[in-house]
């Protein structure tokens, strides 16, 4: 109520209709009348055990429970005075709450008396409410981490919190009605007119990442999100800025990228050097890998290796550098700065090298020699081999102080423990390429030299078969002696395919014969001299012509034959089949012997390789598949064999069709 009221007449009657909430009291505080505002408010309709106020209970602005005498309507019945606007709280039957502001007033009769009072509650818990929320929101605001900003639509700063001044630099007396474009990089002005655009149109704008300046003019990478600012009804007038310094979330993002694309090459490096022999090969690829995980401007792998006459020495490659930066320098030596390379100590980390005390004290140089790449980061890691011996060391470099760190050491240090197990293989692969090229050598001079003398042996003792009569009874022993010789002879002459093989010196006369023709004349030969087997064709009769070395494939087929013979003592035969398809023909021998494993069919075809644990019984180098198969693969063909151990085995060779 106006203040100006100071009392009303005894015949004041409340107003039933007003939004206001009104009630009156008599002197004893009962109420007597009151509007329906007034239940809304209390939320109930009063009865008569209520004295001075309707509602279920009350608090003072604070939230204190107030006495009954001290309420506004008990002070004015005892002193006659206004209650001109006091906040209140009143706590309605379910709990809920409303802030009101009372004005109260005595009602007197005509004689001055009072007769009772009238008290008129505004309600203000919608306003209560909205300052409540904007203080928190101005505490969250002001104590918030992110900057939050507000500006105009012309781009005026018109708030600046303490999030603000922590990221840019700029209190907010400072900065406040200034150009939002002072914290803007001028190739980014661009940014802030799409921005108001969009905040023009009632858009938001999220998660958008740029760069902002700070007040020493340092680059700051941070997130935006804008929103539109409207005015009560609804008009935009500005924008509110919230910007995020993620200057860390950039470093972890970058830091998982790089440890990503470290793993990466990592990986590679490490399928790389061990499926490679080849041990410069081996060292380039470290050296490269080496250098592009640490940064290095360049690298350089210096290994030691021992020639077959047992002396050192030293293979080196680069990245990063031609060869000719280092050709006239020499290999590094094993002074104060090396040694702990060379002696396979550890790994050696210096920012500045030229700084460091071991350096520049050596003659002829006493520092970096003429010419020398500008080396001023330096690492250096051994290679140890995995008796713990030094077998080479990487060293890396870069003309700036300070670009390696203790990341780049634990890589280096990975790349090296790779390097050294495939260094180590490749150097027994090497050792045996050497072994097998010794016994290649060996065994082509001695066949060589062994089917001189055994053909010479054989002649004469065909000649002493001829001169004897039938029943001389050293006819016998001579007969004997020829089928050895055959035998050797035939040893012989594989030794020396297999040795022309490896050389690559295997000859194929190409010609068109029958193939099926073939299989019928080699099988009526080794039928007649095999009393042991049957050998049954199962192909059907017909021509099936081909082109190739006839005397290679007759070599072949006799050797499966042989093979099926020999491994099926039990069985009295063996099938043989021969067809043809549109684009291949096959030959198939099949026998129902001792059959081969799994595990051993996969090195059937190795050279010398022989099935001992079944077959260690039956004579052979273990030669003759490792010929035929080298034989059909030089024919563009296959062979392979289908068994099972103990059930016997079917061995299958493909060579190309003729196409019409």
Not at 153 to 177: C, K, P
Not at 415 to 436: G, M, P, T
Request: net charge negative; charged share 20%.
């Amino acid at each position: 109520m106006p203040s100006t009221i100071s009392n009303i007449s005894l015949t004041y009657q409340v107003p039933e209709h007003l939004p206001i909430a009104i009630y009156q009291c008599d002197t004893a505080g009962n109420i007597t009348s009151y509007n329906q505002a007034a239940t809304k408010l209390w939320g109930r309709v009063p009865d008569k055990s209520n004295r001075y106020t309707g509602a279920y209970a009350i608090y003072n602005a604070a939230g204190q429970a107030l006495a009954l005498e001290e309420h506004p309507v008990a002070r004015t019945l005892r002193s006659g005075v206004n209650v001109d606007g006091e906040e209140l709280i009143i706590e309605r039957p379910d709990g809920s709450t409303a802030n009101v502001m009372a004005y109260c007033v005595p009602v007197l009769n005509d004689v001055q008396i009072i007769t009772g009072a009238v008290n008129t509650l505004i309600d203000i818990t919608e306003q209560r409410t909205g300052e409540r929320k904007h203080n928190i929101l101005a505490a969250i605001i002001e104590n918030s981490d992110d900057a939050i900003v507000s500006k105009t639509l012309d781009g005026i700063i018109t708030s600046w919190n303490n999030g603000a001044q922590e990221l840019f630099g700029y209190a907010a007396d400072e900065i406040v009605g200034k150009s939002i474009t002072t914290i803007i990089p001028v190739n980014r002005l661009n940014e802030e007119t799409d921005i108001i655009s969009k905040i023009k149109l009632g858009q938001k704008v999220d998660h958008f990442s740029t760069y902002r300046l700070h007040k020493n003019g340092h680059e700051i990478p941070v997130s935006l999100a804008i929103s539109p600012i409207k005015d009560v009804q609804g008009n935009i007038i500005g924008a509110s800025k919230i910007a995020r310094n993620i200057t860390r979330q950039l470093e972890a993002e970058n830091k998982l990228q790089r440890y990503a694309e470290n793993l990466e090459i990592f990986n590679y490096v490490g399928k790389v050097v061990s499926e490679n022999l080849d041990v410069q090969e081996i060292l380039q690829k470290v050296t490269d890998a080496t250098t592009l995980l640490t940064g290095a401007a360049y690298g350089a792998f210096f290994y030691n290796n021992i020639d077959e006459n047992g002396e050192f020495y030293t293979l080196y490659t680069l990245s990063g550098a031609p060869r000719e930066a280092f050709e006239h320098l020499g290999v590094p030596r094993k002074t104060k700065l090396f040694s702990p390379t060379f002696s396979g100590i550890g790994i050696v980390r210096v920012d500045d090298i030229t700084k460091d005390p071991r350096y520049g004290q050596n003659s002829p140089h006493y520092g970096m020699p003429l010419g020398h790449l500008s080396v001023v980061s330096y690492l250096a890691a051994p290679v140890l081999s995995k008796n713990g011996d030094v077998i080479g060391a990487l060293f890396l470099g870069h003309p700036e102080s300070a670009m390696f760190n203790e990341e780049h050491e634990n890589l280096v240090a990975g790349v090296a423990s790779q390097a050294s197990i495939a260094l180590d293989n490749a150097k027994l692969y090497e050792e045996v390429q050497r072994l097998n090229s010794k016994k290649d050598e060996f065994i082509g001079l001695a066949s060589h030299e062994l089917k001189t003398p055994v053909t010479s042996l054989n002649g004469y003792l065909q000649i002493i078969d001829r001169n004897l009569f039938d029943g001389d009874r050293n006819k016998t022993f001579v007969k004997k002696a020829i089928a050895q010789i055959g035998k050797l002879s035939d040893l012989i002459s594989d030794l020396l395919d297999v040795s022309k093989i490896e050389s690559g010196q295997l000859p194929l006369n190409y010609t068109q014969f029958d193939i099926a023709q073939l299989v019928d004349d080699i099988t009526e030969i080794m039928q007649y001299s095999t009393k042991s087997h049957r050998i049954i064709i199962c192909s059907e009769a017909g021509d099936i012509n081909v082109n190739a070395d006839k005397q290679r494939i007759e070599q072949v087929i006799i050797n499966l034959l042989s093979n099926a013979i020999k491994y099926s003592p039990e069985s009295g035969h063996v099938n043989i089949t021969v067809s043809k398809n549109e684009n291949a023909v096959s030959v198939e021998v099949q026998d129902f012997g001792i059959g081969i494993s799994k595990e051993q069919q996969q090195r059937i075809f190795s050279r010398f390789y022989r099935v001992d644990d079944i077959a260690s019984h039956i004579s052979g180098l273990g030669i003759g598949l490792y010929i035929s198969n080298e034989i059909i693969k030089r024919h563009k063909g296959s062979l392979s064999v289908t068994s099972n151990a103990g059930k016997g085995s079917v061995f299958k060779f493909e060579i190309p069709a003729i196409q019409a």
